[in-house]
């Protein structure tokens, strides 16, 4: 019995626009000068560039320009050679987008729907031992969504065409309030041959761990085909790749028990090491492997829990990971491109590794996107980030008539085999915002009867069917925001999940007042801001880099029912709180300077509610969002060229394992020290409070003793004063060490002034010296690839900071401040 062979087909491919009322045979008979190369995995939108026969999509407005392209036919061409022929011959497509026919040899193989679900098609009778043509041919997904939209009736949503409901398609192609609208066709996922005899399908396991013996015990099992007469052989190899346990079981039972002692557990990050189990499964004929397959998984436990909340109404809604609470402290995750070939295994880490050293534990798979590559979820694994993972459905009421819901039952199934061994999958859940949509429609809320909101059978039914039979082991949570109950709305504050919007959307609240928004878990809420200089710069026209220019506001998607208005509200906010200088660098700085102040408000007045057990009153905070897909004005952190934004920095102090805050309150400050580490601490906290001009007005220090896992508060009593202040608090160690820092000031900044401060920067090493003679607000340093341990900082007189660098420093800097202007300086070397 021969071994399997898994053949990628992803070299040679040709592209064509197909014309209207050909197929088969008479595409591929186009004329050769139809064809030009394509690249497999990819899109039409992705060959078509390479080939330089449209514009890159993302540079000025050039996304109408190519809207085209969404609006043909495509037809792929692959001529390969197949050689000898084993017992069993699959063509495998993990990924069509969207609407696909597929020949081999002429004949017809299958017709697809859904990006999302991959196919396997027997083809050992098409298949040749010589040459061999492969064709396929996409759709115009719009139109077709529209014919099938005609049939079952339209239906409301948020962004993008109401069509876009009835298309199995990742949403946001069809357009969002953070992204183009790029209707990409085309194999984005891999098309291999599986020649095989015998093969390994379906491996699962399930694991019962017990966390204070340090055991755990695995049922494992998979289904083999072809394997009549032979064994399988599970083992277990631990981290450092060693046997740990191992079984061999007849092929036609392929299930088994293995034990494991001195269990190694993964925690999430902040908690514990990622240690990661490779499980092996093997069919052997004698002693040769003829097919096998390979999981990494992780060892624990997870829980949601949802409890009383001391003093409070409703309950809880937190994680609870090998019996240890935490905060979920986070990010909404999207697509981190429209072209989805471009996104590489190294660009998902680098961005999964930018969340992780922001100090983040959860990431949100937000469900307008796609169930993502492998490599993303192997970042999170190994990086020791939690996903919570939508189901693909967002802002919209989706229809549920018998082949839609017979498609979603395929995709999710297909979505759950594949992703249920990972170790960071914490949550599945039906929907994004569908629950809010329903209720704004009147189909849904108080009073209105359940079968109204006619997608309840996708969220209610099927999908916890599925992962009830598939993956019982994880949370399933039927949508977000969502509370749980007869009638209610999804907005309570006391149960479930919550989207806070009342800052950006609603009623556009202070960005201060994210305290009067907390809910049980937050898992959405953001502010705007441009993406860094270079990258706006990039894809401006020279005639178009000014704020409030034509192509600025074409690459800000955010509006309402009324149209764009995004930057409306970005000028909203930036006028309550600050002075604006008129160029485009002005409103970078600006934009991202009001955006970081509202994510440190954010996060610690929600993170500081995670107080002792039985008062877990947020469980959690996900901001909207981490990344974004192309050059945009939007909420995200990280802009599309990789580039973190001072918010970024902000997030990573508020999220540290023990981090501090300070606000100014009439005659007092409020203190508050979150200390997310599972030991205790003893600190020494220290507040001094400094005029503009650098005069100190008070300075006290206090011992705190601050319990695992928990946020501790206070009052400082202030002197009177009149005048415009800065407190900074500093949390130090026994040893005293510094090891957390917040400073508030007087509101708003535009009321008084910060210029005439004096920065002192001197490079020390691999580290940057900073001092200053007055207090300096929002010092962002910037060089091209430099990656500082910190920035975006605030000084005060007589504390110099220091801020390692992870690369070797520049040997010059470009610096800005709150009301300083932007300076090129040389960095000097200390001496001594």
Not at 32 to 44: E, H, K, R, S
Not at 80 to 92: I, Q, S
Not at 492 to 498: C, E, L, Q
Request: charged share 25%.
């Amino acid at each position: 019995m021969s071994p399997e062979r898994l053949i990628n087909l992803h070299d040679g491919w040709l592209l064509a626009e197909a014309p209207e009322g050909l197929s088969g045979p008479a595409l591929s008979a186009l004329p050769a000068d139809d064809w030009l190369p394509a690249a497999v995995p990819g899109t039409a939108h992705g060959a078509l560039l390479a080939a330089g026969r449209i514009p890159d999509p993302f540079y000025g407005m050039n996304e109408a320009e190519v809207r085209w392209v969404g609006e043909r036919r495509w037809a792929w061409r692959l001529d390969f050679e197949a050689g000898a022929l084993a017992d069993h011959e699959d063509l495998v497509f993990e990924g069509l987008d969207t609407y696909c026919s597929v020949w081999l040899n002429g004949e017809k193989l299958l017709a697809s729907d859904n990006m999302f679900v991959p196919r396997r098609v027997d083809v050992r009778r098409r298949l040749q031992p010589g040459r061999n043509e492969l064709l396929l041919c996409f759709e115009p997904p719009l139109r077709r969504a529209r014919e099938v939209e005609a049939v079952h009736g339209k239906r409301q949503l948020w962004n993008g065409d109401s069509a876009r409901l009835h298309a199995r398609k990742a949403q946001y192609h069809f357009g969002w309030d953070w992204g183009p609208e790029l209707l990409v066709s085309g194999p984005w996922r891999a098309v291999r041959r599986h020649s095989w005899s015998a093969r390994l399908d379906d491996l699962h396991c399930r694991s019962e761990v017990d966390v204070a013996g340090r055991r755990a015990t695995l049922q494992v099992s998979a289904r083999p085909a072809g394997a009549a007469g032979l064994r399988c052989a599970f083992e277990l190899l631990d981290a450092d790749g060693r046997s740990v346990a191992r079984q061999v079981v007849p092929a036609d039972a392929a299930c088994a028990t293995l034990n494991v002692s001195q269990a190694q557990l993964w925690w999430p990050r902040g908690l514990g090491g990622q240690p990661l189990y490779t499980l092996v499964a093997q069919l052997l004929d004698g002693d040769q492997v003829v097919a096998q397959d390979r999981r990494r998984i992780g060892l624990r436990t997870l829980r949601l829990v949802q409890a009383p909340v001391e003093g409070e109404a409703g309950s809880s809604f937190h994680f609870e990971v090998n019996g240890q609470a935490f905060f979920a402290g986070g990010a909404n995750w999207i697509p981190d491109d429209n072209l989805l070939e471009r996104i590489t295994p190294a660009r998902y880490r680098e961005r999964v590794a930018q969340a992780a050293a922001a100090n983040m534990n959860m990431l949100r798979v937000w469900g307008g996107g796609v169930y993502e590559h492998e490599a993303f979820y192997e970042a999170c694994d190994e990086l020791g980030l939690l996903v919570w993972q939508d189901f693909l459905f967002a802002c919209g009421l989706y229809p549920a008539n018998a082949d839609y819901l017979a498609s979603v039952r395929a995709e999710a199934e297909s979505a759950v085999k594949r992703l249920r061994h990972h170790a960071c999958m914490a949550l599945w859940c039906g929907n994004n915002e569908d629950y809010m949509l329903a209720e704004s429609v009147g189909l849904a809320g108080p009073g209105v009867p359940a079968e109204r909101f006619e997608a309840r059978a996708i969220y209610e039914g099927l999908l916890p069917e599925v992962c009830a039979a598939l993956d019982p082991d994880t949370v399933y949570w039927p949508g977000s925001p969502f509370t749980p109950g007869d009638g209610v709305k999804s907005s309570d504050a006391t149960v479930g999940d919550r989207h806070s919007w009342e800052v950006w959307h609603q009623q556009m609240l202070p960005y201060q007042r994210y305290g009067d928004v907390q809910a049980r878990f937050v898992s959405e809420f953001g502010m705007q801001s441009h993406p860094s200089l270079a990258l706006f710069e990039s894809v401006l026209p020279k005639a178009e880099r000014f704020p409030e220019s034509r192509t600025v506001q074409w690459h800000n998607k955010a509006g309402s029912a009324a149209g764009p208005d995004g930057h409306r509200r970005l000028s909203v906010y930036l006028a309550d709180n600050l002075r604006v200088g008129g160029t485009l660098a002005d409103h970078v700085y600006a934009t991202q300077f009001v955006q970081a102040e509202a994510m440190r408000v954010a996060y610690q007045d929600f993170r500081r509610r995670w107080q002792r057990p039985g008062a877990r009153a947020v469980g959690g905070a996900l901001v909207w969002q981490l990344n974004d897909c192309w050059p945009v004005t939007s909420w995200a952190l990280i802009d599309s060229s990789g580039t973190v934004k001072p918010a970024w920095h902000a997030v990573r102090r508020a999220l540290a394992p023990l981090a501090v805050a300070v606000r100014l309150e009439a005659g007092q400050a409020r203190l508050s020290v979150m200390n997310g580490e599972a030991q205790p601490r003893e600190l020494a906290l220290q507040l001094r409070l400094f005029t503009m001009d650098g005069r100190q007005l008070a300075s006290t220090r206090v011992l705190q003793a601050v319990p695992a896992s928990t946020s501790v508060e206070m009052t400082q009593p202030l002197p009177g004063f009149d005048e415009p202040v800065v407190a900074e608090l500093c949390a130090f160690g026994t040893d005293d060490r510094e090891l957390a820092r917040d400073c508030a000031w007087t509101e708003p900044f535009k009321f008084y002034r910060l210029a005439g401060a004096r920065i002192a920067i001197e490079a020390e090493g691999q580290a940057l010296r900073l001092s200053c003679d007055r207090p300096v607000k929002g010092l962002w340093l910037q060089h091209p690839g430099l990656d500082l341990a910190d920035n975006f900082i605030d000084l005060v007189p007589g504390a110099e900071r220091l801020v390692g660098s992870r690369m070797a420093l520049p040997t010059s800097l470009e610096t800005v401040a709150l009301e300083l202007p932007a300076q090129h300086i040389h960095l000097r070397r200390k001496e001594g």
